[in-house]
């Protein structure tokens, strides 16, 4: 809102989820899901989602302030969420399972912030095809997870092809600025 209005009351509360957002990544620049002793799994799309935020933060609000937080979480996201073949890993200490939403997420994420590192592209890339190879059915729709040993063949328009329908949009978009 403060971007398109320019009204100063609606800058303070983004700033200070962003800022609360920032104090809660770790050293090594994860986020945990969440604080209860439950939730502290790091995972990808949400680790994505933090990305993004700050990054849109940094720009609407015109600020530099979430910097060194996005690229040390760049570098653990990077490091963390990614096999050498494009398949985007779900938690940060384990492939499986591989999710369509990661999929998507890894590929909207990498883009968003590829100003940080231009390889950010080519691995967006890999993700694609990754997923075409493994996660495409013929029949026009993405599957919801690999496991270790089988295939969840399921489409759940909600989940699966919505949020790949914004990556492959994305995608586009990618190849349409290069262009």
């Given at each position: 809102?403060y971007?398109?209005?320019?009204?100063?009351r609606f800058?303070?509360?983004g700033?200070?989820?962003?800022?609360?957002?920032?104090?809660?990544q770790?050293d090594?620049g994860?986020?945990?899901?969440?604080?209860?002793?439950t939730?502290?799994?790091i995972?990808?799309?949400?680790?994505?989602?933090?990305?993004?935020?700050?990054?849109?933060i940094?720009?609407?609000?015109?600020?530099?302030?979430?910097?060194?937080?996005?690229?040390?979480?760049?570098?653990?996201y990077q490091?963390?969420?990614f096999?050498?073949d494009g398949?985007?890993?779900y938690f940060?200490?384990?492939?499986?399972p591989i999710?369509?939403?990661?999929?998507?997420?890894?590929?909207?994420t990498?883009?968003?912030?590829?100003?940080?590192?231009?390889?950010?592209?080519?691995?967006?890339?890999s993700?694609?095809?990754w997923?075409m190879?493994?996660?495409?059915?013929?029949?026009g729709?993405f599957?919801?997870?690999?496991?270790?040993f089988?295939t969840?063949r399921?489409?759940?328009?909600?989940?699966?092809?919505a949020?790949?329908?914004?990556a492959?949009?994305?995608?586009?978009?990618?190849?349409?600025?290069?262009?």
């Amino acid at each position: 809102m403060y971007k398109h209005t320019g009204e100063k009351r609606f800058l303070g509360p983004g700033l200070r989820v962003a800022r609360y957002s920032a104090a809660k990544q770790r050293d090594d620049g994860s986020w945990t899901y969440g604080e209860a002793p439950t939730q502290r799994w790091i995972d990808n799309f949400h680790t994505g989602y933090n990305l993004c935020a700050l990054q849109s933060i940094c720009r609407y609000a015109e600020t530099t302030e979430f910097e060194a937080c996005i690229r040390r979480g760049l570098e653990f996201y990077q490091a963390h969420f990614f096999r050498a073949d494009g398949a985007p890993r779900y938690f940060h200490n384990r492939t499986y399972p591989i999710d369509i939403h990661c999929v998507a997420q890894s590929i909207i994420t990498l883009l968003a912030l590829r100003g940080l590192d231009q390889d950010n592209v080519r691995l967006a890339h890999s993700v694609f095809r990754w997923a075409m190879k493994h996660m495409w059915d013929d029949r026009g729709f993405f599957y919801y997870r690999v496991l270790r040993f089988w295939t969840i063949r399921t489409s759940y328009m909600r989940w699966s092809q919505a949020w790949m329908l914004l990556a492959m949009s994305t995608l586009l978009d990618e190849l349409n600025v290069d262009s």
